[in-house]
């Protein structure tokens, strides 16, 4: 018999340690009074507040909940003391889907299988204003009767999220499985991304191997707005032909959830799954504002637990958390503006990397404004600058978004509001970059860092 570990909450008879990353842990556990066997999430809560991160825990709870379907890992519960929050799952035996298609191709109607499957739970989780953004075979389970299911909602967003363009613009994701026009950060359409995503994953399953792949990052990103990419020989023609029309780089022309549950290849075996209503209106309001309140009003209920560690309050200063898309795009040799059509809307902008803690890199802001009679202001990690001098072009205004990537390394973006483009650059080279020299590690485009 496994020999289990502490008893969380009263509840729950904790077990062996399924996975880790850098805020959260998840552990085998055991409901003490049904015997279930559940995976339990413990998020350390002042990791995530000192990140800003609590409105995305908040949303992947909220996205949960909304989807509630029989190919997705479903939340049974939230708890939250002062210093964690246990996101209580079901637990999946069967693993990553990624484990099976490492060892290489699936027969075709296993991978169809799958596949439908997997468009049964998307095309749910968008009738519920969900999207996933990062579906890849890494963030699919399968259970003991082989059933896919998707989990990791934590890049997910809600229909609400969108701007008054109808669009999302969080560049998120896996560089391999992402769409095009996510890569180009010009806003686009979550279910024709997550379509995408899909398209990628009936490939590899169908392959063994990626449509799009390269070990050079700019030479990926090419071929995937592209949209180059050869099916292998063995790939039936219909298919081929229904991945040609995934795998379409213009979201315009991208075929449908619905087109492709129309299909001939798809509907072999197929079997729709019944699903309940949508929450629609003010329950659906309720649903999410029901989330907030429970953090809001959190209390330690941990029965055994002897720890007094208060949740540190949220700064004034919140830095913006970075994925792995924006490292990676600030990387030597990554600049990515090539491939694109040349933005001419777009504001100039500068970045730098520091190893200066935010309140210090807030500091010599207000510092630089002061000396160069700029007024200064703060909100939520972003810093405004507006100058006092009429200029060409009326005031000359500059943002300063500090981002964190880990809690000792900081992006620095600095945008131009408004003013003249050549007073922005001529202030950025004559007083801002040498008076910021000495927190300065390296400016994006730079050789060598500053020391």
């Not at 520091?354 to 909100?379: D, G, R």
């Amino acid at each position: 018999m496994e020999k289990m570990g502490p008893i969380l909450m009263n509840r729950y008879e904790l077990g062996r340690l399924l996975g880790q990353g850098t805020f959260a842990k998840v552990y085998h556990a055991r409901n003490l009074q049904s015997g279930q066997s559940v995976a339990i999430k413990i998020i350390d809560k002042g990791k995530v507040l000192r990140s800003g991160l609590i409105d995305q825990i908040k949303r992947e709870i909220s996205v949960m909940r909304l989807v509630r379907h029989p190919n997705i890992v479903q939340l049974n519960e939230v708890m939250a003391s002062r210093t964690k929050i246990y996101f209580v799952m079901e637990f999946v035996k069967g693993g990553e889907l990624f484990n099976l298609v490492s060892k290489g191709k699936l027969k075709e109607d296993v991978a169809r299988k799958y596949f439908q499957q997997l468009i049964g739970a998307v095309d749910f989780c968008h009738s519920r204003g969900v999207y996933h953004r990062d579906l890849k075979p890494e963030n699919l389970l399968l259970d003991e009767n082989g059933d896919l299911k998707i989990t990791d909602f934590g890049l997910s967003a809600l229909s609400e999220s969108r701007r008054q363009d109808g669009l999302l613009h969080t560049t998120c994701g896996t560089p391999a499985y992402v769409a095009p026009e996510v890569i180009n950060k010009k806003g686009y359409d979550g279910p024709k991304a997550d379509i995408w995503s899909c398209g990628v994953i009936l490939f590899v399953l169908l392959a063994g191997f990626l449509p799009f792949h390269d070990q050079n990052l700019m030479e990926l990103y090419r071929k995937i707005t592209k949209g180059e990419f050869r099916c292998p020989n063995w790939f039936h023609p219909e298919a081929k032909k229904l991945l040609s029309r995934i795998l379409d780089p213009h979201p315009s022309s991208r075929t449908s959830i619905e087109k492709i549950t129309k299909n001939c290849w798809f509907r072999k075996g197929y079997k729709q799954i019944e699903t309940p209503p949508s929450p629609q209106g003010h329950a659906r309001s309720n649903l999410i504002k029901d989330v907030h309140s429970a953090f809001d009003s959190a209390s330690d209920n941990e029965s055994n637990s002897r720890e007094n560690v208060m949740v540190a309050p949220r700064s004034p200063l919140r830095p913006t958390c970075y994925n792995a898309f924006d490292i990676i795009s600030l990387s030597k040799g990554f600049d990515l503006s090539g491939l694109f059509e040349k933005d001419k809307n777009r504001r100039q902008e500068a970045r730098f990397t520091t190893t200066k803690s935010a309140s210090m890199i807030m500091s010599k802001f207000e510092q630089i404004a002061m000396a160069e009679s700029f007024s200064f202001k703060k909100k939520d990690g972003t810093l405004m600058l507006e100058g006092s001098r009429e200029g060409r072009k009326g005031l000359l205004a500059i943002d300063a978004e500090i981002c964190e990537v880990t809690p000792s390394f900081y992006v620095v973006e600095m945008k131009k509001k408004s003013g003249d483009s050549f007073e922005y650059k001529e202030f950025c080279d004559h007083e801002l970059k040498p008076s910021l020299k000495d927190i300065v590690w390296a400016w994006q485009g730079s050789e060598q860092p500053q020391v």
